[in-house]
């Protein structure tokens, strides 16, 4: 057991530190404002204050932990030897920056709260945050802070026993579009038929007829494959399906659709099943009741994690929606032109509501790419991406996180745009 002397517990204090020494380094904590009992402690201890009560374990504290509200904080980057780091904390504390407050600020998603301009989707875009600004969003600071700062805990208390968290990789399906071809209805195959035609595609054409007239499988529908690599690896493989109604964004089969529930079904028999709140739910908590009450029905089972289309995030509106409809997980932590780490951690973490100054039951696990981002936004080769996907798996493993991929059933098709890709997938889940 770790003791923590702070002249004030807060939520906040006690949130991060939690999750610092917790969730990452597996060492329980527990904290006084007694000097006394502080004092009387054999085990190992750390003060965190303005100042010193002896010659103990030292970090000097900002001020961020012992705030309430948003305020417009001034960020100044340095370098703790080769890692990023912001929040200095003088000569006096045993390490140079407050890690904890900037821990803070970087999972609460603090800068998004503050004023910022809204990329397309209405959303915080990648270059408005300081990981992007400073080049740290590929890597997953806050857990290599803690690890940097575990092995000077070693030094200083070598009798205690640290435990080890292990490796973990999970690969996360998004549905959009089960089927590229098939079970559309009338009105929107006979206009792919036409559309076709007229644009002189008579391969896609040719394929379209194959694939209707069961004479091959249509190419979207790679959910054997995936599940067969699932069982074959012993993957934790999560599928999150669209099926809000239809609009300029959310193109899936219909949720009516007899082959499309049959789908889901025998998806939930083999892996987990999400949802994919359709692109206009975002902020709209009757349409995302609405949606989840779709997909139970379907599965017959309660739908508890979910990731926003076109990670739609408007923080804290889309989490307090969540909550309040049962939610306990959310994948949506993460950008769509940029592959690193949103929060800056590779650790599974509760939402903290900046608004009510609490912890909320909402787990939040983020992922480090999505396979449009990388080919679409990023304009990467697949040699590139699978280099760039391979690094990003590297960075999570030095600390021991959760590496979350996120793919889409279509990447696996290999037809034209995503050709090699379904070899990308394999290599990403085994080596």
Request: charged letters at 25%; proline letters at 4%; one cysteine or more.
């Given at each position: 057991?770790l003791?923590i002397?702070t002249?004030k517990i807060?939520?906040?204090?006690?949130?991060?530190?939690?999750?610092?020494?917790t969730r990452?380094?597996?060492?329980p904590?527990?904290?006084?404002t007694?000097?006394?009992?502080?004092v009387a402690h054999?085990?190992?201890?750390?003060?965190?204050?303005?100042?010193?009560?002896?010659?103990e374990?030292?970090?000097?504290?900002?001020?961020?932990?012992?705030?309430q509200?948003?305020?417009?904080?001034?960020?100044?980057?340095?370098?703790?030897?080769?890692?990023?780091?912001?929040?200095p904390?003088?000569?006096?504390s045993?390490?140079?920056?407050?890690?904890?407050?900037?821990?803070?600020?970087?999972?609460?998603?603090?800068?998004?709260?503050?004023?910022?301009?809204?990329?397309?989707?209405e959303?915080?875009?990648?270059?408005?945050?300081?990981?992007?600004?400073?080049?740290f969003?590929e890597?997953?600071?806050?857990?290599?802070?803690?690890?940097?700062?575990?092995?000077l805990?070693?030094?200083?208390?070598?009798?205690?026993?640290?435990?080890t968290?292990?490796?973990?990789?999970t690969?996360?399906?998004?549905?959009?579009?089960?089927?590229t071809?098939k079970?559309?209805?009338i009105?929107?195959?006979?206009?792919?038929?036409?559309?076709?035609?007229?644009?002189l595609?008579f391969?896609?054409?040719?394929?379209r007829?194959?694939a209707?007239?069961?004479?091959?499988?249509?190419p979207?529908?790679?959910?054997?494959e995936?599940?067969?690599?699932k069982?074959?690896?012993n993957?934790?493989?999560?599928?999150?399906?669209?099926?809000?109604?239809?609009?300029?964004?959310?193109?899936?089969?219909?949720?009516?659709?007899?082959?499309?529930r049959?789908?889901?079904?025998?998806?939930?028999?083999y892996?987990?099943?999400g949802?994919?709140?359709?692109y206009?739910?975002?902020?709209?908590?009757e349409?995302?009741?609405k949606?989840?009450?779709?997909l139970e029905?379907?599965?017959?089972?309660?739908?508890?994690?979910?990731?926003?289309?076109?990670?739609?995030?408007?923080?804290?509106?889309?989490?307090?929606?969540?909550?309040d409809?049962?939610?306990?997980?959310?994948?949506?932590?993460?950008?769509?032109?940029?592959?690193?780490?949103?929060?800056?951690t590779?650790?599974p973490?509760?939402?903290?509501?900046?608004?009510?100054?609490?912890?909320?039951?909402?787990?939040?696990?983020?992922?480090?790419?999505?396979d449009f981002?990388?080919?679409?936004?990023?304009g990467?080769?697949?040699e590139?991406?699978?280099?760039?996907?391979?690094?990003?798996?590297?960075?999570?493993?030095?600390?021991?996180?959760?590496f979350?991929?996120?793919?889409?059933?279509?990447?696996?098709?290999?037809?034209n745009?995503?050709?090699?890709w379904?070899?990308?997938?394999?290599?990403?889940?085994?080596?």
């Amino acid at each position: 057991m770790l003791l923590i002397y702070t002249h004030k517990i807060t939520p906040r204090l006690n949130y991060i530190f939690k999750h610092f020494f917790t969730r990452i380094l597996q060492i329980p904590v527990t904290f006084t404002t007694r000097v006394d009992e502080f004092v009387a402690h054999n085990g190992p201890k750390i003060t965190y204050s303005k100042s010193a009560l002896g010659s103990e374990f030292f970090i000097r504290s900002h001020d961020l932990l012992f705030e309430q509200g948003i305020n417009d904080i001034d960020i100044n980057i340095s370098m703790w030897d080769d890692v990023p780091c912001f929040f200095p904390s003088g000569e006096i504390s045993n390490i140079p920056y407050d890690i904890f407050a900037a821990s803070f600020y970087l999972i609460s998603r603090y800068e998004e709260y503050l004023p910022h301009v809204q990329n397309e989707h209405e959303c915080f875009p990648p270059e408005e945050s300081i990981a992007f600004k400073n080049n740290f969003l590929e890597k997953p600071v806050i857990d290599i802070w803690a690890f940097k700062f575990l092995e000077l805990l070693k030094e200083k208390f070598p009798k205690y026993y640290f435990k080890t968290r292990e490796f973990d990789l999970t690969s996360t399906i998004n549905v959009n579009r089960a089927f590229t071809y098939k079970h559309k209805g009338i009105v929107r195959t006979v206009g792919g038929f036409f559309n076709d035609f007229f644009h002189l595609r008579f391969v896609n054409l040719y394929n379209r007829l194959l694939a209707i007239f069961n004479f091959r499988k249509d190419p979207y529908n790679t959910f054997s494959e995936i599940l067969e690599i699932k069982d074959q690896l012993n993957i934790n493989t999560l599928f999150f399906f669209s099926i809000g109604d239809f609009t300029t964004y959310d193109k899936n089969i219909s949720f009516s659709n007899y082959k499309f529930r049959s789908l889901i079904k025998s998806v939930a028999d083999y892996a987990k099943i999400g949802l994919q709140p359709s692109y206009f739910s975002y902020k709209n908590a009757e349409k995302l009741k609405k949606e989840k009450l779709r997909l139970e029905n379907i599965i017959n089972t309660p739908v508890i994690f979910s990731r926003q289309y076109y990670l739609r995030l408007s923080i804290p509106e889309t989490y307090q929606n969540l909550i309040d409809l049962d939610f306990e997980e959310d994948y949506t932590m993460g950008y769509v032109r940029c592959a690193g780490f949103r929060a800056s951690t590779c650790t599974p973490f509760y939402f903290y509501d900046l608004d009510f100054e609490i912890q909320t039951p909402l787990k939040i696990i983020p992922f480090a790419f999505t396979d449009f981002t990388l080919k679409e936004h990023m304009g990467l080769s697949n040699e590139e991406s699978l280099h760039r996907i391979l690094k990003l798996k590297q960075e999570v493993k030095k600390v021991n996180g959760t590496f979350v991929s996120v793919f889409h059933n279509e990447t696996l098709s290999e037809n034209n745009y995503w050709k090699g890709w379904s070899s990308i997938y394999k290599t990403m889940v085994t080596k």
